[in-house]
C-alpha cells in the first residue's frame, strides 16, 4: 500500500516548511517529512537561535504563500547596511561605509526574524492548508524515479508515490546522495557563533559587519527586547578561537564581543545561550535529476555574509513556483526539473563564488593584508553609482524591479 501526492518535499528546516506552505497555497498536494520535529521555541533544548533577514525579493515569494501577515508583526525592517573596517592595530573603526535601501529603493533592504519563530508560524500556515501533510519524526530513506513517477520510501518503511520530489534536506542531503549528485565544498577552518545581544545605543535599523580578522561580526537589528535595543550576532572566527570564545564566563564574553564590535552600540549584555555553527561553501554539481530537484542548502551552502543563505533558497522556491505553475497536471515534467536547473546553477555558482572571495579577504590576518583590505573596501564603496549596482546586486533585483518591492 502506498500513498500518493503531487510533490514530496525532504526536509522540514525553514526552505523545506516555505516550500510546502507556498506549493500548498498554489494548489498541489505536497507531504514534508523530516526527521527531526521541529523546535518553535527559543527555549527549547535545539532551537535554532540564529535570525534570517529576508531581502525584498523574498517577501513576495512570503505573502504569496500566506505566510508575510503572520511574519511581519515581528520582523525588524534593515535600513541600511554599514561595512565597518577594524583592521588596524587596534579594533576600532578605521573605515565606515554605509549602504542605504533609500538609494535605491522605498522599501528596507530587508527583515530580520528568528528562526525558531519562522517554524512556529509556518507550521500554523501548514495548519491551514488541508492538502498539505506534515510527516514529523520520519525522513527520507530511498528512492527509485520512473518516467511518470517517484517512489519514496520513508524510514518507516512507509511509501509515498509523487511526481515531483524536492530535496531541500540540509547540506549533507540524503537525496542528493540517493540520486548520485557530488558537491563541491570550500572549508576555512571557521565556526560562527550565534546569539542575541542588547545594548544601550539603538540600533536605528542598522545592519553592521565589523571587519578585523577571522571573519564578521555582524549586528542585525531584532525588535526591543524588555525595553532595550537589542541585536542579533553572528561572530565568525577560527574553530579554535570560537571554542574559547564559547567557553568564556559570561562578563568575559562580554568584555571580548563589546570589543570585537568596536564599541558602537555601547556594551553589549548577552540576552540568549550561545550556539555553535561551522561554516563552509558548497555547491552541489546539478540541481535536479529525474524528477527530482534540490534547493536550499541540499544545492549550495555559503557563509553568513549578506544575508545571502536562504534568499538564495527562496530564489530557488520563486524559480521553481513559476515552473510548477505552467505544468500544474505534471510538475515533475524534465521541462520543470531541467529548466529549473538551467535557470539557476550558473546564478547560484556565481554567489557562492563571490562570496567565498569575500569571506577569504575578512579573514585576512596580517597586518599588510588588512591593510590591503581597507584600501580596496574605499575604493570599490566609495562611489555612489558602484554602491548602488552592489546593492542592486546583493538584493537580486533591477532598477526596475525596485519599485515593485515598496510598501
Same mark, same amino acid.
Given at each position: 500500500m502506498r500513498e500518493t501526492t503531487d510533490i514530496l518535499i525532504s526536509g522540514g528546516g525553514v526552505a523545506g516548511l516555505a516550500a510546502a506552505c507556498a506549493l500548498g497555497t498554489a494548489g498541489f498536494r505536497v507531504i514534508c517529512v523530516d526527521p527531526a520535529p521541529p523546535v518553535t521555541s527559543a527555549e527549547a533544548a535545539g532551537a535554532d537561535l540564529r535570525t534570517t533577514a529576508f531581502l525584498q525579493p523574498s517577501r513576495s515569494v512570503l505573502e504569496g504563500a500566506g505566510l508575510w501577515s503572520r511574519l511581519a508583526p515581528h520582523a525588524a525592517p534593515l535600513q541600511?547596511? +554599514?561595512?565597518?573596517?577594524? @583592521?588596524?592595530?587596534t579594533p576600532e573603526a578605521r573605515l565606515v561605509t554605509d549602504f542605504d535601501a533609500a538609494d535605491i529603493s522605498d522599501a528596507p533592504f530587508g527583515w530580520n526574524l528568528p528562526n525558531w519563530l519562522l517554524r512556529r508560524e509556518m507550521l500554523a500556515r501548514i495548519a491551514e492548508l488541508p492538502q498539505v501533510g506534515l510527516r514529523s519524526g520520519v525522513g527520507f530513506a530511498r528512492l527509485l524515479t520512473r518516467e511518470a513517477e517517484a517512489i519514496v520510501t520513508l524510514s518507516d518503511g512507509s511509501r509515498i508515490a509523487a511526481r515531483l520530489v524536492i530535496g531541500a534536506d540540509g547540506r549533507d542531503s540524503?537525496?542528493?546522495?540517493?540520486?548520485?549528485?557530488?558537491? +563541491?565544498?570550500?572549508?576555512? @577552518?571557521?565556526?560562527?557563533?550565534?546569539?542575541?545581544?542588547?545594548?544601550?545605543?539603538?540600533?536605528?535599523?542598522?545592519t553592521t559587519e565589523v571587519h578585523r580578522s577571522g571573519g564578521p561580526f555582524t549586528l542585525v537589528p531584532l525588535p526591543d527586547r524588555d525595553g532595550s535595543p537589542a541585536s542579533a550576532v553572528v561572530w565568525m572566527e577560527s574553530g579554535a578561537e570560537v571554542a574559547r570564545l564559547a567557553a568564556l564566563p559570561v562578563p568575559e564574553f562580554e568584555a571580548e564581543m563589546t570589543a570585537r564590535s568596536s564599541g558602537i552600540l555601547g556594551p553589549l549584555t548577552l540576552a540568549s545561550r550561545r550556539s555553535v555553527w561551522p561554516i563552509i561553501s558548497r555547491i552541489a554539481d546539478r540541481m535536479s535529476g529525474q524528477r527530482t530537484v534540490l534547493m536550499a542548502e541540499a544545492a549550495h551552502v555559503v557563509p553568513p555574509i549578506g544575508a545571502q543563505g536562504l534568499n538564495m533558497s527562496l530564489a530557488d522556491l520563486a524559480c521553481l513556483l513559476e515552473l510548477v505553475g505552467k505544468h500544474r497536471q505534471d510538475p515533475g515534467l524534465p521541462a520543470v526539473t531541467e529548466a529549473y536547473h538551467r535557470r539557476r546553477h550558473r546564478e547560484v555558482q556565481a554567489r557562492v563564488t563571490g562570496i567565498d572571495l569575500l569571506n577569504r579577504a575578512s579573514m585576512a590576518g596580517a597586518q599588510p593584508l588588512r591593510d590591503l583590505r581597507a584600501r580596496a573596501l574605499d575604493l570599490i564603496y566609495g562611489a555612489r553609482p558602484v554602491r548602488q549596482a552592489l546593492m542592486r546586486a546583493g538584493l537580486g533585483v533591477g532598477p526596475k524591479a525596485e519599485a515593485a518591492a515598496g510598501g
Open positions: 541600511v547596511m +554599514r561595512i565597518i573596517d577594524a @583592521g588596524g592595530p540524503p537525496l542528493r546522495e540517493a540520486l548520485g549528485i557530488g558537491a +563541491r565544498s570550500f572549508r576555512y @577552518g571557521q565556526k560562527a557563533l550565534a546569539f542575541a545581544v542588547t545594548h544601550p545605543h539603538p540600533h536605528r535599523n542598522v
